[in-house]
């Protein structure tokens, strides 16, 4: 079990996408520590599951259904969880994902791959796709921030982005979503420096590659066995295996506590078992 960060105790938590997998373990580990966690979710009856279960724990949790690309809905959250938990200390903007439009079948162009029907290529990909998952990756971190930091500008807070390994070198397939983590990249770095007078750190996590529903598909074959994509991600990483939800806990704890890291803004954790060090030979 995680050591108790002081620093947290009695302070409020928004974690968005909090009823996803690595998500829901975030919001659990801080309601853990003490927090009171807001799941804004666009599913509410998901949302609620987790705070139920943090709730039969002992722990302060409520689910609002929020999307985090319309800002009326991210200000209606706000509205809720001022009332129901106090403003916001920490947010966690964990909401992001993936598109079949915005995912090319092969990993690399080949001849004869424009004339194929059967194959969705780099000229195939719908723009609608790629800007979907383009704004949810990045603009959906940036209005949950605008509107979550707002007051936290008169009593400083913090914010944790979720990037990816896409980011410093884009995966194969996935455009769009590569694209948009290295922007999650970016704008930490930038909004460390604009909000660091005002006592707001911002720092981002990027799991290695982590099992879950949004990658499933592209990990496991129909039987359950790995994919050869999978596989070669394995290969990639020094430890030789998927990351656990709970692995991430530690580094988010560390982030969220000024105790801890309090002088610590504007980077990026990996949290990879060793695949961004790793050069592949
Ligand atoms: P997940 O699909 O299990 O959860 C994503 C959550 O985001 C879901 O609860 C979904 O309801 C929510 N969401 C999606 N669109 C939303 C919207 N418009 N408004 C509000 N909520 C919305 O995903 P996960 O694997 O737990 O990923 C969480 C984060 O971690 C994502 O940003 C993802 O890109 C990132 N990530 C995941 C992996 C991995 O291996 N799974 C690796 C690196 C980064």
């Known amino acids: 079990m995680l050591p108790t960060y002081e620093g947290l105790t009695g302070k409020t938590a928004v974690v968005t996408g909090g009823s996803g997998v690595l998500c829901q373990a975030m919001a659990k580990e801080l309601a853990r520590q003490g927090m009171g966690v807001a799941i804004l979710n666009r599913n509410a009856a998901n949302g609620q599951k987790i705070a139920d279960e943090i ?97 936290m500008t008169e009593r400083g807070g913090n914010v944790i982005n979720i990037s990816s390994m896409s980011a410093p070198a884009p995966m194969t397939k996935v455009p769009a979503y590569s694209a948009a983590k290295a922007g999650i990249d970016n704008l930490t770095k930038w909004l460390s420096v604009h909000f660091a007078d005002a006592g707001i750190r911002i720092n981002a996590i990027a799991p290695g590659f982590f099992l879950t529903e949004q990658n499933r598909g592209l990990l496991l074959n129909e039987d359950g066995s790995l994919s050869t994509r999978a596989e070669k991600i394995i290969s990639h990483t020094p430890q030789r295996r998927f990351g656990k939800p709970e692995d991430l806990l530690g580094t988010l704890l560390w982030l969220a506590d000024d105790n801890t890291s309090g002088f610590v803004t504007g980077i990026t954790v990996p949290v990879d078992g060793g695949f961004m060090a790793y050069s592949g030979v």
């Open 55 to 151: 709730k039969e724990q002992g722990g302060t949790a409520i689910a609002v259904s929020c999307d985090v690309l319309n800002e009326e809905s991210v200000k209606e959250a706000y509205e809720v969880v001022k009332q129901e938990l106090g403003e916001c200390d920490l947010l966690i903007n964990g909401a992001g994902g993936n598109h079949p439009d915005a995912i090319t079948d092969k990993e690399t162009f080949e001849a004869g791959d424009i004339e194929d029907a059967t194959l969705k290529s780099f000229f195939d990909l719908q723009l609608n796709g790629f800007d979907f998952v383009f704004r949810l990756n990045l603009v959906g971190s940036l209005i949950p921030t605008q509107v979550f930091a707002k007051n």
